[in-house]
């Protein structure tokens, strides 16, 4: 009998070592089975031990026994319950029975761990993806926002025009320049046209009135209708045509029509795909004759920067520059300033009219002598802001605001 229950008893439950993985807040229970030779005189009882440390068997688990059909073994089986509240829930457990045991370590989930990364990368991903819609929503308002602010000033070049805009002498190409494309961007975003509808390359030659005009503008704005490409040097040479337009002007702006666009089997159309990066190939659609279109954002885009003068005084030109222009003399007696109600300058805004001086004052027997002119008194302040040290290096190939003021004896 003593030998009995000394027997060793053979774990069922777990059959080794087991290692469970568990997050913060779930629960598991822990199932030890074995199975022993039965005698009344032996202990049956299984002990739950956490970390060394023997738990309360009525608080904590629970125990079952069952005998085989002729009675000469019994299977015990305890339960135990855990609940994964805090870090101390965590450790070994083992189910003890005659100096021996089975074990279960219980550790925290991996997964558990990189909960946060993983959130934290899905938030990224999220933002990420945020930020690409919006750009891609609100892409050209923040370009055209950088160009009007940082881009380039096209102003000292001696244009008289920011676009020369072509385009075929039919009725629909007419009416969409004219009562389109020239308000829009004119009166709208202050741009100035030179409209022409005559053939731009005559046999495939430019003219020297093409020359001319090109030269005076910015940039080039071809409506690409069916009509256009009906023109003799887009038939038979485009390409050639096309090296010409891009000798007179830099990245010149070709207008498709998309009711047209996907009809048009004309090479030329193959071309400016292959050279994208040369010119500029904008889509007419449905949706474009709304001001806040796209189409209007990118040929704005697509068109010299625009600066707006309020209240200048002295050329706009030197005056961007930090300049004091030794022609002009600030608040001086006999300079008028006011707006020209037709400019002609390269910046399309009014620019200012200076008339010639009053006539001289004749002193009488107590001044000077008869015929003398009296000269005018300037104080310190106005010979300082004069400065004629850099005249000889100064750009006045755009002024248009000079007067003669040598006559014909002096000369």
Request: hydrophobic share 35%; proline share 5%.
């Amino acid at each position: 009998m003593a030998d009995l229950c000394s027997v060793f008893p053979r774990f069922l439950n777990p059959t080794s070592n087991v290692t469970l993985e568990r997050a913060l807040g779930s629960q598991l229970t822990l199932n030890c089975t074995v199975q022993l030779p039965f005698s009344r005189d032996c202990d049956f009882d299984l002990h739950w031990i956490k970390d060394s440390h023997r738990l309360d068997n009525k608080t904590h688990t629970a125990s079952t026994h069952w005998f085989n059909d002729n009675a000469t073994e019994i299977f015990v089986s305890s339960t135990l319950k855990v609940n994964v509240t805090d870090e101390e829930n965590y450790g070994v457990f083992a189910c003890l029975l005659r100096n021996k045991e089975a074990v279960f370590t219980l550790q925290k989930s991996e997964t558990a761990e990189h909960l946060g990364a993983v959130l934290a990368a899905l938030v990224i991903v999220a933002l990420l993806l945020f930020t690409i819609v919006i750009y891609a929503k609100c892409r050209l308002n923040v370009l055209l926002w950088y160009r009007n602010r940082y881009g380039e000033l096209e102003i000292n070049d001696g244009k008289l025009y920011d676009a020369y805009v072509s385009y075929a002498n039919s009725t629909d190409d007419r009416k969409f320049v004219n009562f389109i494309v020239k308000p829009h961007l004119e009166n709208r975003h202050g741009y100035k046209l030179f409209i022409d509808d005559k053939d731009i390359l005559p046999n495939s030659e430019p003219s020297a009135d093409l020359i001319m005009n090109v030269s005076r503008c910015r940039r080039l704005i071809v409506v690409l209708s069916n009509a256009y490409l009906e023109q003799e040097w887009c038939n038979n040479n485009f390409r050639e045509g096309l090296w010409r337009l891009l000798e007179l002007s830099q990245r010149p702006i070709f207008i498709a029509f998309e009711s047209q666009y996907r009809k048009i089997a004309h090479p030329a159309i193959n071309l400016l795909k292959q050279h994208k990066s040369a010119v500029t190939l904008l889509m007419w659609r449905a949706s474009s004759m709304v001001p806040s279109s796209d189409f209007w954002k990118e040929l704005c885009l697509s068109l010299p920067r625009k600066v707006s003068y309020q209240g200048l005084r002295g050329d706009p030109q030197t005056y961007l520059q930090e300049d004091k222009d030794p022609m002009l003399i600030l608040n001086s007696n006999y300079l008028d300033f006011r707006g020209d109600s037709h400019p002609e300058g390269d910046t399309g805004v009014r620019g200012p009219i200076f008339k010639g001086s009053s006539v001289p004052r004749i002193i009488g027997p107590d001044g000077p002598p008869l015929g003398a002119v009296e000269e005018p008194q300037f104080g310190e302040s106005q010979r300082s802001e004069i400065d004629i040290s850099d005249l000889g290096s100064r750009n006045y190939g755009a002024r248009t605001d000079f007067y003669c003021l040598v006559t014909e004896d002096d000369i």
